[in-house]
């Protein structure tokens, strides 16, 4: 069975850009969920989706959004990007929410804003 | 809100058994998660708490206490490949993961 995959591994982009992660979750798992990792901060939630809707979101900025399609398949998108944007974006699956306490991560995406 | 506190650093020597601590302040959650991540990698599930008590995988236990406030990650047999960052996390009630800092830990030979 396929992990999760993240796209791109790594980018750099420029102050005032917008960028867009992809993940594909293990099939089968309906719950996408979406963390920041920093070396000052570590994993910060972002937000989770579960059947195409929001259910919950962690405390950033409205620059940060996201969305699922039906095939499970999950964006996050960040617009007007900081300097303080540049981090690891980590994409979790698990088969519903909270599944036992087990999550299933990417091995993300690494951001650098310049 | 939920706060977990874990220390920075621990350092070990090959074959020893280390304790990874896990202090939390919270509302109220399901259960506590452990996960490891060695650079460059994805954290990857090594055990869960619903219950107080002590879990066991392999070489890997870990411990609840509620009353407490208060887990831990037990590793036995260390091996070098087990130096890595640890992260304690609680489940939010299924809305959402709240991890700790994270511990690093190194294996001397």
């Known amino acids: 069975k396929a992990g999760v995959t993240q796209t791109p591994r790594y980018l750099i982009k420029t102050r005032g850009q917008q960028v867009t992660l992809s993940c594909s979750p293990i099939s089968g798992h309906r719950s996408v969920s979406w963390y920041q990792q920093t070396p000052g901060q570590g994993l910060q939630f972002l937000f989770e989706y579960f059947s195409e809707t929001q259910r919950n979101k962690g405390n950033f900025p409205g620059r940060f959004s996201g969305r699922q399609f039906s095939n499970s398949r999950s964006e996050m998108n960040v617009s007007t990007l900081e300097l303080g944007d540049s981090a690891l974006y980590l994409c979790a699956s698990s088969p519903i929410s909270g599944s036992a306490g087990e999550l299933f991560f990417g091995e993300g995406s690494r951001l650098t804003v310049l | 809100g939920q706060s977990l506190e874990q220390p920075s650093e621990v350092t070990a020597v090959e074959g020893a058994i280390v304790q990874i601590n896990c202090t939390y302040q919270t509302s109220g959650f399901y259960g506590l998660s452990w996960y490891q991540q060695h650079d460059g990698g994805a954290p990857t599930f090594l055990s869960y708490n619903g219950l107080d008590g002590l879990e066991e995988t392999g070489r890997f236990s870990s411990f609840l206490s509620r009353s407490d406030s208060y887990g831990y990650l037990l590793l036995q047999e260390l091996q070098m490949k087990d130096s890595a960052s640890y992260f304690c996390?609680?489940?939010?009630?299924?809305?959402?993961?709240?991890f700790g800092p994270g511990t690093r830990l190194s294996v001397l030979p």
């Open positions: 996390a609680v489940d939010n009630y299924g809305q959402n993961f709240v």
